[in-house]
């Protein structure tokens, strides 16, 4: 439940006992108060953006002229912020979205951290493949908060998605770049020496030294895939693709559209591909 109607039946219950649970915001209006009018409907969108980490509780002060009494209420609306039996912060009159916003977030938990509370446990658990959208999603919503990008650079270094965790810690101003994110890089490029396998080497020279030859581009690209690095590998498939679209009678691009599917739907770097392909194709 998000948002509660008061009436001297379920006030204790809802306006005091509730908020030893969760947070408590508590409106009360009146038919007549034109700014309650205005103010209820960003209540109403904020109580459900932050879906029950705080209950909005609605106060007619007409018809609880006691209950308002009791809470001190001189004009409408008025606005309490109550936690554990006691108001802690509040405003008369109303404000604009920013300014309630503001003041909620000071005392509730951001909405993306139940996505980023859910994700920790699945790494805990060693489930990565499960952490990902919900630490994607938290990462959208924070507008890139620094340290949900390292956790969600972490869940890709652990599926050896190099190229992806490289890229998102990128995203991490200079100021942001604590111990966490330092470790990420050192392992990153542990793990990319660790790959460097023989064979990788040789195709690698031979791709050098004959750049338009397509099949060492095709076999360097599906030995980079069986590595675990595929931006390089899709990059190169997509430029064979561009020049030879039917490369190996379509194995060039069901390779392509392999990788694609292995990265799963959502990834960043499927999402860039596949749209390099559309205007490829198209």
């Known amino acids: 439940m998000n948002v509660v109607e008061i009436n001297l039946e379920n006030a204790q219950q809802y306006l005091i006992e509730e908020s030893f649970a969760r947070p408590v915001l508590i409106d009360f209006w009146a038919d007549w108060c034109a700014p309650c009018k205005s103010l209820m409907p960003i209540l109403e969108k904020l109580a459900n953006e932050?879906?029950?980490?705080?209950?909005?509780?609605?106060?007619?002060?007409?018809?609880?002229?006691?209950?308002?009494?009791?809470?001190?209420?001189?004009?409408?609306?008025?606005?309490?912020?109550?936690?554990?039996?006691?108001?802690?912060?509040?405003?008369?009159?109303?404000?604009?979205?920013?300014?309630?916003?503001?003041?909620?977030?000071?005392?509730?938990?951001?909405?993306?951290?139940?996505f980023v509370n859910e994700a920790q446990a699945f790494i805990m658990s060693g489930d990565f493949n499960s952490a990902l959208p919900l630490l994607r999603q938290a990462y959208e919503d924070s507008q890139q908060d620094a340290a949900i990008a390292c956790l969600l650079a972490q869940c890709h270094l652990e599926l050896n998605r190099l190229d992806n965790a490289e890229a998102i810690l990128a995203s991490v101003k200079m100021a942001d770049q604590d111990a966490h994110y330092e470790q990420l890089k050192a392992q990153i490029e542990l793990k990319k020496q660790a790959a460097k396998t023989p064979e990788l080497v040789a195709l690698e020279a031979a791709h050098a030294n004959e750049p338009n030859n397509l099949q060492i581009?095709?076999?360097?690209?599906?030995?980079?895939?069986?590595?675990a690095t595929h931006r390089p590998a899709l990059e190169l498939l997509i430029e064979i693709l561009r020049k030879e679209r039917n490369f190996g009678e379509g194995a060039a691009k069901k390779t392509f559209m392999d990788i694609l599917a292995a990265?799963?739907?959502?990834?960043?770097?499927?999402?860039?591909?596949?749209?390099?392909?559309?205007?490829?194709?198209?």
């Open 263 to 282: 990265l799963g739907k959502g990834d960043p770097l499927a999402i860039e591909f596949q749209r390099k392909l559309f205007t490829l194709l198209y």
């Open 217 to 227: 581009a095709y076999e360097l690209a599906i030995q980079y895939h069986a590595e």
């Open 50 to 114: 932050y879906a029950g980490a705080f209950l909005l509780a609605k106060v007619n002060a007409d018809e609880m002229n006691m209950i308002s009494s009791q809470f001190g209420v001189r004009s409408l609306p008025t606005v309490m912020l109550m936690k554990d039996g006691q108001p802690i912060d509040g405003f008369a009159g109303a404000l604009p979205e920013k300014q309630v916003r503001e003041l909620l977030e000071k005392h509730l938990p951001k909405p993306w951290e139940k």
